[in-house]
């Protein structure tokens, strides 16, 4: 079947620094992926989608890379700052379903 | 403003009660889905809906029922409901962009304790 792996563990940085997360992805390589942010009690929010067929995608502080070879996404945040402090969770569709990680929540320390 | 809303954001009920959950989208979306989050395993897709009238199960959907009758509105019925399915719960609505690709927008979530 296919899965979304993401490290459930927090990811601790300091302001300024870069963060960088992980989403593994088993089986076939999806037409793309989906980056989104929730804050504790929301609902997420859609950040950033990148295509099969593209290496790097970006969009201000963010940037987000795919290996299809590695069958990973890397997702960046640069030049962090407190208020990026959420749970970032990646995802991909199966014919008409979503499959979601189960995020990583990322605390960005002042 | 753009949205997706959902009814009621809290609710305590106990088991065997029914209850519905509603969802309500203005973007004119086709697609609509639910999903709920549980700690540690993250969000999973509960039922959703490529259009009015058609709807297929997601990764849990025992337990569950929807309808979409119409194209703005996606309600969750719990029939009898037990405390396993005590969770938060998101409607989410999308359709493809220009590009072919659509992205989704979650409503605000509906936190759900069945005693």
């Given at each position: 079947s296919q899965k979304i792996e993401q490290n459930s563990e927090a990811l601790n940085?300091?302001?300024?620094?870069?963060?960088?997360?992980?989403?593994?992805y088993t089986n076939y390589s999806p037409a793309y992926l989906q980056w989104y942010r929730q804050d504790p009690g929301r609902g997420p929010v859609f950040l950033l989608l990148i295509r099969e067929n593209e290496k790097e995608k970006r969009k201000e502080r963010l940037k987000v890379t795919f290996d299809t070879t590695l069958k990973q996404s890397l997702f960046h945040i640069t030049a962090s700052q407190p208020a990026d402090s959420a749970t970032y969770l990646c995802a991909r569709r199966v014919t008409y379903k979503y499959i979601f990680g189960t995020g990583t929540r990322l605390k960005v320390l002042a | 403003e753009a949205q997706v809303t959902q009814n009621p954001r809290y609710l305590i009920t106990v088991t065997g009660k029914?209850?519905?959950?509603?969802?309500?989208?203005?973007?004119?979306?086709?697609?609509?889905?639910?999903?709920?989050?549980?700690?540690?395993?993250?969000?999973?897709?509960?039922?959703?809906?490529?259009?009015?009238?058609?709807?297929?199960?997601?990764?849990?959907?025992?337990?569950y029922k929807v309808s979409r009758k119409e194209k703005r509105n996606f309600p969750l019925i719990l029939e009898s409901p037990s405390p396993n399915q005590t969770s938060l719960y998101f409607c989410a609505s999308s359709s493809p962009s220009l590009a072919g690709v659509e992205t989704q927008y979650f409503g605000p979530g509906t936190r759900l304790l069945v005693l």
């Open positions: 940085i300091q302001e300024g620094k870069t963060a960088t997360l992980t989403c593994n | 029914k209850l519905t959950v509603t969802c309500s989208q203005n973007m004119n979306h086709e697609y609509m889905s639910w999903y709920r989050q549980d700690p540690g395993l993250g969000l999973r897709q509960i039922y959703y809906s490529m259009n009015v009238e058609v709807t297929d199960k997601g990764d849990v959907p025992e337990g």
